[in-house]
């Protein structure tokens, strides 16, 4: 980036990427920044590009540690432990808490203030390898896909106010109650590649091609988005989706943001443990 361009993106004033893109006609990836309603000033990523661009990067969800269960670096459920004290773990899924940085999206958690802030119609999902540099995000990415049913709507344009109709809290419903799914449509990969990316086992309980959002598993533990996949013939989505509450009743080892992703100890896509791939990539969530 020149410093002609910093200057012109110093000055915008946008509440979302797709603000910026349609009122200073950008059409570049890369950071802006954008403005809260309550006018607080923060940078994030835009995809200007995907299905016409005006894509906003809201949070990513990252596992820097698989074994550590509920522990330091579990923002997206619990660093208290598993424990059924508290369980909404951390309540990020649906509160005003953020954290984290743009650049360093793939590295930790992120979570800025468009997450509650921007009212928005569609979400776009990439599934990153880790502390890859932004620059390279679009290509590195193992997985990206977007909504384009304007779903978000129906939930006031966030998934702040989506997780408090669908609260992301053990013991809230159980599996037949799971949370609402959407179709996605495919920028790089498919329903087959999407597949790959989680145990054999787990392949038996979902189908492909959606985002899903507040599973319940079989003990009534809550988690946040099953990515590009809907829960469908079993209730073990502690194997297959993301973020949850704070207590995880069937075993210690299913709490964390990447729940129970390693089952069966990361033995590759052995049984219910997800790929190395996705196990190694954070999930990128994005506004339209
Ligand atoms: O979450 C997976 C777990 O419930 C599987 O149990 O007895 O089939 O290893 P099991
Ligand atoms: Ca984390
Ligand atoms: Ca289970």
Known sequence: ????????????????????????????????????????????????????????????VHENNLYGKCSVGDRWSSQQGNNADVPDGEGNWAN???????????????????????????????????????????????????????????????LNQ??????????????????????????HGDKESTKELYGTYSRAEFVPGFITFRPINNERAAMAVCSGVKPATGCNTETYCIGGGGYFPEHSGQCGDFTAFDWDRIAGTQGWSASRDVIGAAALLFYR
Not at 107 to 116: L, Q
Not at 144 to 149: G, P
């Open 1 to 60: 980036i020149n410093l002609g361009k910093l200057k012109d993106r110093f000055r915008y004033v946008a509440q979302s990427c797709k603000e910026i893109m349609d009122r200073y006609k950008e059409k570049e990836d890369g950071l802006y920044f954008l403005t809260t309603a309550n006018g607080l000033v923060y940078q994030t990523f835009c995809d200007m590009t995907t299905d016409g661009g005006g894509w906003t990067l809201v949070a990513s």
């Open 96 to 158: 005003r808490n953020t954290f984290g940085s743009a650049e360093s999206a793939t590295s930790d958690d992120f979570k800025n203030p468009g997450y509650y802030d921007i009212e928005a119609d569609d979400m776009s999902v990439w599934h990153v390898p880790n502390n890859s540099p932004l620059e390279n995000w679009r290509i590195a990415a193992i997985l990206r896909y977007h909504t384009d049913n304007h779903f978000l709507r129906l939930y006031e344009g966030n």
């Open 162 to 187: 989506l997780f408090q109709q669908y609260p992301v809290k053990f013991n809230v419903g159980s599996c037949s109650e799971r949370g609402p799914a959407f179709p996605i449509v495919y920028d």
